[in-house]
């Protein structure tokens, strides 16, 4: 059973272009969480969401910022019109269901702002 | 709110001795989950431990165990036999289970943890 994929790992991004991240979550897992990790940070987090819906979103900035996860296919978070300040490692975790309450990581994408 | 705070930044061990790693939370929840996870130079989160706070015994995983005071808010990971592998950042987590979001997870700052040869 494949684990939390996330692509890419690395991203290079200059100011004002956009950046799409993704994240596949475990096989049978509908929930999809995001989180942000500044260096020498804890992860931070960003968004949850449901096939189809954003269950919560307090985690994320309200502009430039938006988040989706389709009936098929990967989660996305996309960060619009990049700024420095949003170089950081964004990390995708999933879990099964409500009942569940571990989550499961990926390996993260380095976001770098030139 | 909830807040998850890590005192020691760094912490250092020598290769097959025992060390414990520091985490205090604040809730005014009675019923939520602890972790605590593993990230090594990879940047891989990796899932060492969890505890319920409704049982009372500490949990234990192979060399990794807890002390979980639950009136203390307390919650330190213990790591026996320390191993070169076991070298890594570690962040203390705390999480509620609501019926309707299933997203309050918070982290501690971290530990970062020097095993010496």
């Known amino acids: 059973n494949a684990g939390v994929m996330q692509n890419p790992r690395h991203l290079v991004r200059r100011r004002g272009q956009e950046a799409r991240l993704r994240c596949s979550p475990m096989?049978?897992?509908?929930?999809v969480y995001w989180y942000r990790q500044l260096p020498e940070e804890g992860l931070k987090f960003m968004v949850y969401l449901q096939k189809e819906n954003i269950i919560d979103e307090s985690g994320m900035p309200k502009e430039r910022f938006s988040a989706e996860f389709p009936k098929e296919g990967p989660s996305i978070l996309r960060i619009q019109q990049v700024v420095r300040g949003d170089s950081a490692a964004y990390f995708c975790?999933?879990?099964?269901?409500?009942?569940?309450?571990?989550?499961?990581f990926g390996p993260g994408t380095r976001l770098t702002v030139l | 709110a909830q807040t998850v705070t890590q005192s020691q930044p760094e912490m250092s061990v020598q290769e097959a001795e025992t060390v414990t790693l520091s985490c205090t939370y604040d809730t005014s929840e009675s019923d939520y989950y602890l972790f605590w996870y593993k990230q090594p130079p990879s940047r891989q989160m990796i899932l060492v431990i969890r505890q319920e706070a409704y049982k009372q015994q500490n949990a234990t995983e192979n060399r990794f165990s807890v002390n979980f005071q639950k009136a203390a808010k307390s919650f330190s990971l213990k790591i026996s036999d320390s191993q070169l592998g076991d070298a890594a950042m570690y962040f203390c987590a705390y999480r509620i289970i609501t019926f309707y979001n299933n997203n309050d997870m918070r982290f501690g700052a971290g530990t970062r943890l020097t095993v010496k040869p």
């Open positions: 096989k049978g897992h509908s929930h």
């Open positions: 975790a999933s879990s099964p269901n409500l009942k569940v309450d571990t989550q499961y």
